[in-house]
């Protein structure tokens, strides 16, 4: 069971990015309790142990803390999504060995953006040639705006960009009130 725990720990640290021990380490950034907390949900959850069992191996946080992060599971699943993308992208890959390229947040997204210089366009020529291209990695998704004239371009260098991860790409055009947001 101790190999199991410690093989999502170290799942879990992998993907936030972090170095190898950062889930023990008594440091209250974000990115630190994102891992941790996702971590030990699927701890409980997928591998069906309980908080006391957990806390006992956890030297690092009380049982107190770790029940509060169980009970917080599904609040931070609705409302956070990074928290979800997250939790999802360690679930997927514990359970059935999938490539990473399945999780992405906005921080991410905008850093293979401006990697490959794509850029949503601030102003459109035409209200009829405004086209919308939406990328989806899990339960990210991210918008570029483009003219009808663009797509082919623009599609090409997206998937060159996100070749690493799963995606989908749609397009369709923007309706009349739609707004349109400068992404990058």
């Known amino acids: 069971m101790e190999e199991k725990i410690n093989n999502i720990i170290a799942m879990s640290e992998e993907l936030a990015g972090l ?22 949900n699927l701890i409980m959850r997928e591998l069906s142990i309980d908080y006391n ?3 006992k191996h ?7 803390t770790i029940y509060v992060m169980f009970e917080k599971h599904e609040e931070n699943m609705q409302h956070w999504s990074h ?8 679930k997927s890959k514990l359970l059935s060995n999938h490539n990473p390229g399945e999780y992405l947040d906005r921080e991410g997204y905008d850093a293979i953006l401006y990697r490959h210089s794509i850029q949503s366009l601030p102003k459109l020529k035409d209200d ?19 003219n009808v004239k663009d797509v082919p371009a623009a599609l ?16 369709k055009k923007v309706e009349k009130y739609e707004r349109i947001y400068k992404i990058t």
């Open 156 to 171: 090409k260098t997206l998937i060159e960009a996100f070749e690493e991860y799963k995606y989908n790409i749609s397009i």
């Open 128 to 146: 009829e040639d405004k086209m919308t291209i939406t990328i989806s990695v899990g339960h990210f998704d991210g918008k570029l705006y483009r």
């Open 83 to 90: 928290y979800k993308c997250f939790y999802e992208a360690l």
């Open 19 to 40: 170095p190898a021990g950062s889930y023990h380490s008594s440091s209250r950034k974000t990115e630190y309790n994102l891992c941790r907390s996702c971590a030990n």
């Open 53 to 55: 069992i957990l806390s």
């Open 58 to 64: 956890v030297t690092s946080r009380d049982r107190a």
